[in-house]
């Protein structure tokens, strides 16, 4: 997409726990002949791995018939159809960044409590400055004067504009303040932090549909992008959590944090096989230049890395 770099050492590094469940040890299982017990074990590395029951069930299926069928001759044989089989499971979706003809471009930032989101938006304005383009964050999030402080710190830290309400605010209002700040300005990045709430929350929820309501009234095709934070640790939870997200405010894009804590890179399969949302962006570490965008196959190859 242009902004977000894909660097493979990266993608390595936050990929080396998952790589211990679904690559690396597969080396012992698959050094042998292919056997109706080594398929066994495959399929239960592919679930811890958290690429989900859908396509665990489908991959091992065919993995299945083509064993008897003796397409298999070695490990490098299994490897190369695993990882073909996972490639093409994550093919032919958009995954750029949607941006607006003319700015400013609106990106609504949403997801639970813990899940990475301020942070994340963080690295997205990081990214936009350092390619010299102007940022104002709109801290939407009027219930917790922590999650305002926050962003104060990282807008000082990244020299950005902010725009915030009175605490227990509208948030709605700040967001309206925000959209006519970005235009008068001429901005071209307008990023907007919500609460981080709990996805069985409905009043909450009906908040993120006035909030999106506001920008789309005051910027044509606004929210130009709505993405979904979601916390790679929480596997198969995340899913769940993305579906009452998707319903509430139509998810453009997942932002798939903490990679680097879990061994459920899987997921992003499974993101893919329920929700039919791409995977955009990626989160790899903890400073501001720690985002990469999610390209499938760089990714899992580096699954399966020794």
């Not at 959209?179 to 009906?206: E, K, S, Y």
Request: charged share 25%; aromatic share 4%.
């Amino acid at each position: 997409m242009g902004l977000f770099a894909t660097t493979a050492g990266a993608i390595r590094r936050v990929l080396a726990r998952t790589r211990e469940v679904m690559g690396g040890s597969l080396g012992g299982p698959l050094s042998g002949p292919l056997s109706a017990e080594v398929i066994d074990e495959i399929e239960g590395r592919l679930m811890r791995a958290d690429v989900g029951p859908g396509a665990t069930t489908a991959i091992i299926d065919e993995l299945r018939a083509s064993h008897r069928a003796g397409r298999f001759t070695g490990a490098g044989d299994t490897i190369e159809f695993l990882k073909q089989r996972l490639k093409q499971r994550l093919q032919a979706v958009d995954r750029s960044l949607l941006m607006a003809p003319d700015g400013p471009t609106v990106i609504l930032m949403v997801g639970v409590n813990g899940s990475g989101k301020t942070t994340s938006l963080a690295k997205m304005a990081a990214s936009f400055r350092s390619r010299g383009q102007s940022v104002i964050i709109a801290a939407a999030d009027t219930y917790r004067a922590a999650a305002v402080s926050q962003l104060e710190i990282w807008a000082d830290r990244l020299d950005v504009d902010i725009v915030k309400g009175a605490a227990g605010g509208d948030p709605a209002a700040v967001v309206f303040d925000a959209v006519t700040a970005a235009r008068a300005r001429g901005i071209d990045v307008l990023l907007i932090d919500t609460a981080g709430r709990l996805h069985t929350q409905r009043n909450l929820m009906r908040q993120l549909t006035k909030i999106r309501g506001v920008a789309a009234k005051k910027i044509a095709g606004a929210p130009h992008e709505v993405l979904l934070v979601l916390d790679a640790t929480a596997g198969q939870n995340a899913i769940r959590q993305a579906e009452q997200f998707k319903a509430a405010v139509d998810v453009t894009g997942i932002f798939l944090a903490k990679l680097d804590g879990t061994a459920k890179g899987g997921i992003v399969v499974a993101i893919q096989d329920v929700l039919g949302i791409p995977v955009k962006l990626i989160g790899v570490g903890e400073t501001p230049d720690d985002v990469e965008t999610f390209e499938p196959d760089a990714f899992i190859e580096a699954m399966f890395e020794p």
